[in-house]
């Protein structure tokens, strides 16, 4: 008798398990830069309602198991509290996804997002409707348009690394968000005037047939060079090696890209370790690139693969 109750409970639950949740995301506030004049209690709840934001709520229509659920951390840094509950903060945005055969996770995302201002009540609702992104109070709205708009770019990377061009329908979401994002004057991030790294520009890069190539370098990183690391590494070795061929011609064609350097963007010590082990031909050719498309890594690139 308790068998077949179990049976019925299972069955029962199966179309809720086979719904679960794409992300299991953390979320740190940090006000300490913040008057001690301020509540800080009110932080802890706001962290708590973003995380349950993120992790329960269904971002696409795919069956995600609980396995495959995409870690992914955000850091959002509160620098100053201004009259009428409004605040301005920094967000760092991290993503990696496993490596196949192994307990590694390569990253997807490593970003810093310097202008995000918003308002918060404690308790007040934490809403996002893709069709109505700015929402009634365009300060309110824009915390959550940009964390959905964040996580719109990390299951595009995701499915990115998996498919060819798998990220689109993600992309295409990000940028209704960049479309209808809300107005204010303190708002900013979402115009192309607002500056050459925002939100604008990193999700025109990834949906400009300009830049197509991007996505082919994104399938040949991770799913031809990382995913077969295991199975053979030279073969592998040789995919990574493409994909820096291909983002050395997308630099030469388009310099100055947001894209480039938003890839690139915590991978110094990963793509390192990979060209270690190459020949000397291949390590040279590695290093050539990645001196002249990872500036700022440019002399940890020289010392390392000598």
Known sequence: MHKKILLILTVALLPILGQAQELNARVSINASRISSQTDKKIFSTLQNTITTFLNTRKWTNETFQANEKINCNFLLDIGEAQPGNIYKAVITVQAARP????TYETPLINFRDEVVAFRYVEFQPFEFNDNRVAGSDPLVSNLSATFAYYVYIILGLDFNSFALRGG??????????????????DIAGWKAFDGLRNRY????????NRY??????MYSYYRLGMDNMYENENEARNAVLNTLNMLNSLNND????????????????????????ASPEEKQKARDILMKIDISNANTYKSELK
């Open 212 to 217: 197509n190539s991007i996505h082919e370098a």
């Open 168 to 185: 689109d329908p993600y992309f295409q979401k990000a940028q209704n968000i960049v479309n209808n994002a809300p107005e204010n004057r």
């Open 201 to 208: 520009w990193l999700v025109e890069n990834l949906v400009n």
């Open 254 to 277: 388009i310099g100055n890209t947001m894209i480039i350097p938003f890839f690139l963007q915590g991978k110094s010590q990963e793509l390192i370790k990979i060209f270690k082990k």
């Open 99 to 102: 490596v196949f055969n192994s």
